[in-house]
């Protein structure tokens, strides 16, 4: 059977009287390859296009096939796990300082992950789309069998402050005459000190630290950058007000009372999150004061910072994966550092690993810093310093 012909002419335009007709061979014969038969199981194998001297054609590709995204797609907007960013949902909410909604994680992970995750008891899912780590949950009833009061950071995460470090183990306060050491489960950090009833509150059926007494015990024993970042979200969540700390802090007295004055002096609500107070902390204990969220007004620039020199030139960012891991971050990154050299101010930028886990480096770079302004030697960087490929 012959299908009408058709007319094949030099191209758009071209007259009539150029144009040749040709018989088109059988539209079965033009099928594509399958299973069990079609050209390519017949003898020569050959398409039929090519047995008539043209090259084959190509099947028109389907609106809905999938396509590589290209090298430089922007993914502004797109979920970071489509973006190569790889982590659990528990070492996710570690990082956001144990307390996260679900619009922040599920920018990292999918429904199932999350889903799973609250399965295996990996994260804890709290009302108003609010998740948790699981010591949200595990440490009143620590305290209860220690007969207790969870203080510090098991204190702080109940009362729904981000922290630095998520703690392995519930810390419990107990009275100094209390039992021995021995006594008390092995996923407790214990504490001997007398409370007042007036220190204590309920919390989820345990005895838990007010909030005033747990940013005053964090200051007293914890590292400077910890209490600090718990001092922060203290202030940040309203519960505890920057002048009630300072009172407190008037009267400590006692072991750890210096770091206790000197956290009042520093705390401040403005502080985002815990990556910048650890990040202040250090560069405050190189001797490098800086502010949070400072508003930077130039001509034909406006920005606020995350950190900077109230009457200085310097300015300090802590950089995160979510808001710069994307071309977009990375054209305005480049824009806004590039104005701040253009109008006289040097920008230092510093990743959440290198914050976090490689500390010695980043005193490094306060300390060289200070020299370098001061005209002093400038020292050697610290050895077994994280690679970065």
């Not at 050959?46 to 190509?58: I, L, N």
């Not at 659990?88 to 909604?101: E, N, Y």
């Not at 009372?257 to 902390?281: K, M, T, W, Y």
Request: hydrophobic content about 40%.
């Amino acid at each position: 059977m012959l299908v009408p012909s058709r007319v094949i002419g030099p191209g758009l335009g071209a007259s009539t009287q150029n144009a040749r007709s040709v018989t088109c061979p059988p539209l079965h014969s033009m099928a594509p390859p399958c299973h069990g038969g079609g050209w390519a199981s017949r003898p020569g194998g050959k398409h039929p296009d090519q047995a008539m001297g043209r090259a084959p054609r190509r099947r028109a590709e389907s609106p809905f096939a999938a396509r590589p995204a290209p090298v430089d797609d922007d993914i502004v907007g797109r979920p970071l796990r489509q973006a190569g960013f790889v982590s659990d949902v528990a070492s996710t909410l570690a990082q956001l300082g144990g307390f996260a909604r679900t619009r922040a994680l599920r920018r990292r992970h999918t429904k199932r992950a999350l889903r799973a995750a609250v399965a295996n008891g990996q994260v804890v899912r709290l009302r108003h789309g609010r998740y948790a780590v699981p010591g949200f949950e595990r440490d009143p009833g620590l305290a209860l069998a220690c007969h207790g009061t969870l203080s510090h950071l098991s204190a702080a995460l109940q009362h729904g402050w981000k922290i630095k470090a998520v703690p392995e183990k519930a810390w419990v306060t107990i009275p100094r005459v209390r039992g021995q050491r021995s006594s008390v489960p092995e996923q407790v950090h214990l504490h001997r000190a007398d409370l007042a009833d007036d220190d204590v509150v309920f919390r989820r059926g345990a005895r838990v630290t007010i909030p005033l007494r747990t940013v005053m015990d964090c200051a007293r024993i914890l590292p400077f950058d910890d209490a600090l970042a718990v001092a922060d979200s203290a202030l940040r969540s309203g519960k505890v007000t920057a002048a009630q700390v300072r009172s407190a802090a008037a009267t400590a007295k006692g072991p750890g009372s210096a770091q206790v004055r000197r956290i009042a002096e520093f705390a401040d609500g403005r502080a985002a999150n815990p990556f910048e107070s650890v990040l202040r902390a250090l560069a405050l204990e190189e001797g490098l004061v800086l502010q949070p969220q400072v508003m930077i007004a130039e001509p034909g620039m406006f920005a606020v910072v995350d950190l900077a020199e109230p009457d200085g030139p310097l300015v300090v960012e802590a950089e995160g994966f979510a808001t710069h891991g994307t071309r977009t971050g990375l054209r305005r990154d480049c824009r806004r550092h590039t104005e701040f050299t253009i109008h006289g101010r040097a920008s230092l930028r510093y990743a959440y690993e290198d914050v976090m886990f490689d500390q010695a480096w980043v005193r490094w770079t306060f300390r060289t810093l200070i020299a370098t302004r001061e005209g002093r030697p400038v020292e050697a960087p610290p050895t077994g310093v994280w690679a970065v490929a």
